[in-house]
C-alpha cells in the first residue's frame, strides 16, 4: 500500500514523525507537508500563486501551501510517479473534535483526499501540550488502515481522535461529530493608523451531553473514529421553510 502522508503542524513535527515512522516500516510512505504551521487554514487552496514543493530527503517534501494544497498538488503531479492509495494526515498536536473539524487543517487534508477520490484519515491525540502519546495513535492506524481502505466510500473522510494517555488499550467507538461551543472573549485591542490589532482568549470550550460523539468518546478514554461527510448538504425541514418564505410554486 502507498500512503501519502501530510498534517498541519508542518513538515517538523514530532507527531508527523511517529506516524511516519511507525506507518514507512510497514508501508511505501510519502511525505509532503507544510513548510511550516497552518493550523487552521481549513480547507484552502493556493489558488491566485503558485505552491513550491520542495525535496529534503529521500520521500520527503516540504509545501510552501497549506495541507489540501499538499494534497491538491501531489495527487495532481504524481510526485517522483507516486500515486498513494490512501492519505493520512497527521497526528495533529490537539483534538479535532465536532466543530473543529471545520476548521482544521488536518480534518480539510483528509477531506481534500476524498474529494479527489482517494481515501483520507486525519488523526489527532487530544493533549494540548506535551506529554504527547503518539505511539497510541500511530499505532491505531497503522492496526486499522487495510480496513479504512477497503471500507471507504467517495462520500466520506474518516476522522480518528485518540487520547493522549499512557493507556496500552483503548476501547474504540464510532461517534459523530458533536457540537462544539467556545466561550470566547477580546483579549487585547491596539489602534493604530486606523487599524485595529485584536486578540482573544478560549475561556472554555463545551459540548453537546450526547453519548454517540466524538467528545463523549474521548472524554471517556475511547479512541473516536468519525465518518465525516464531504458534501455539504441541508436537510429537507429547513429547505422546506425556505420554500414557503420565497413562495416557491
Known amino acids: 500500500m502507498k500512503i501519502l502522508l501530510t498534517n498541519d503542524?508542518?513538515?517538523?513535527s514530532p507527531g508527523l514523525k511517529a506516524i511516519e515512522k511507525k506507518l514507512s516500516a510497514l508501508y511505501d510512505v510519502m511525505v509532503v507537508a507544510p513548510s511550516e504551521e497552518r493550523s487552521g487554514f481549513s480547507n484552502s487552496l493556493t489558488i491566485h500563486k503558485n505552491v513550491k514543493i520542495k525535496?529534503?530527503?529521500?520521500?520527503?517534501?516540504s509545501?510552501?501551501?497549506?495541507?489540501?494544497?499538499?494534497v491538491h498538488r501531489?495527487?495532481?503531479?504524481?510526485?517522483?510517479g507516486f500515486v498513494p492509495d490512501i492519505v493520512v494526515s497527521g497526528i495533529n498536536l490537539g483534538p479535532n473534535l465536532g466543530t473543529d473539524i471545520v476548521y482544521s487543517g488536518t480534518a480539510a487534508a483528509a477531506r481534500q483526499a476524498a474529494i479527489m477520490g482517494v481515501p483520507g484519515v486525519a488523526v489527532s491525540v487530544t493533549a494540548f501540550r506535551e506529554p504527547f502519546y503518539f505511539d497510541n495513535a500511530a499505532t491505531f492506524v497503522a492496526d486499522n488502515i487495510i480496513s479504512f481502505f477497503e471500507n471507504w466510500s467517495p462520500d466520506h473522510f474518516i476522522n480518528v481522535n485518540v487520547p493522549s494517555i499512557s493507556a496500552e488499550n483503548f476501547k474504540v467507538m464510532t461517534t459523530r461529530p458533536s457540537?462544539?461551543?467556545?466561550?470566547e472573549k477580546i483579549s487585547n485591542i491596539i489602534e493604530s493608523d486606523e487599524s485595529l490589532d485584536?486578540?482573544?482568549?478560549?475561556?472554555?470550550?463545551?459540548?453537546?451531553n450526547k453519548n454517540d460523539t466524538d467528545s463523549y468518546?474521548?472524554?471517556?478514554?475511547?479512541?473516536?473514529?468519525?465518518?465525516?461527510y464531504v458534501q455539504p448538504f441541508s436537510d429537507e425541514k429547513t429547505m422546506l421553510i425556505y420554500k414557503k418564505i420565497l413562495k416557491e410554486k
Open 9 to 12: 503542524d508542518g513538515i517538523d
Open 55 to 61: 525535496k529534503i530527503d529521500k520521500n520527503r517534501y
Open 63 to 70: 509545501c510552501s501551501g497549506t495541507p489540501a494544497d499538499c
Open 74 to 80: 501531489t495527487l495532481l503531479c504524481s510526485i517522483d
Open 179 to 183: 457540537k462544539r461551543f467556545y466561550n
Open 198 to 208: 485584536i486578540s482573544f482568549d478560549i475561556i472554555e470550550i463545551l459540548h453537546d
Open 217 to 228: 468518546a474521548i472524554e471517556n478514554n475511547m479512541i473516536s473514529v468519525s465518518p465525516v
